[in-house]
C-alpha cells in the first residue's frame, strides 16, 4: 500500500556530498517514522538515520555530524543530506517507512528499491 522511491544517487569525492530524496505514494497517510538504511557488498544492511513525523531525528555514529535527514510530511518526501563523504559510505541506500510506532534500530515494513552512492577519488 506504500510504495518509496528514492532518486538522488550517484558517484561523490571524498569530502564531497550528495543528497538523497525519498517520495512515498499509496496509502501514505500518517508514516510514523522514515528513514535511510545502507548496504554495502559483503556486509549486512545497516541503519543510517530516521526521521519521525514529529521531527524526531536518529542518527547512526558513523554518519553524526556529517549527514542530516529531514521530511517535508505535506509531500510525504525524506531527504537525506550527505556531506564530508568517505569511500566507506559507499553504499546502495534504501528508504525504509514505518506506518506505526517502532523503535530506533527497527526497520519499517516499507522498503525502497535503491540508489547507489559510490565515493571514490
Known amino acids: 500500500q506504500v510504495q518509496l522511491v528514492e532518486s538522488g544517487g550517484g558517484l561523490a569525492q571524498p569530502g564531497g556530498s550528495l543528497g538523497l530524496s525519498c517520495a512515498a505514494s499509496?496509502?501514505?497517510?500518517?508514516?510514523?517514522?522514515m528513514g535511510w538504511y545502507r548496504q554495502a557488498p559483503g556486509k549486512q544492511r545497516e541503519v543510517v538515520a530516521r526521521?519521525?513525523?514529529?521531527?524526531?531525528?536518529n542518527y547512526a555514529d558513523s554518519v553524526k555530524g556529517r549527514f542530516t535527514i529531514s521530511r517535508d510530511n505535506a509531500k510525504n518526501t525524506v531527504y537525506l543530506q550527505m556531506n564530508s563523504l568517505k569511500p566507506e559510505d559507499t553504499a546502495v541506500y534504501f528508504c525504509?517507512?514505518?506506518?506505526?510506532?517502532?523503535?530506533?534500530?527497527?526497520?519499517?515494513?516499507?522498503w525502497g528499491q535503491g540508489t547507489q552512492v559510490t565515493v571514490s577519488s
Open positions: 526521521i519521525t513525523s514529529g521531527g524526531r531525528t
Open positions: 525504509n517507512a514505518a506506518r506505526l510506532f517502532t523503535e530506533w534500530g527497527t526497520a519499517g515494513n516499507y
Open positions: 499509496g496509502s501514505s497517510h500518517s508514516l510514523y517514522a
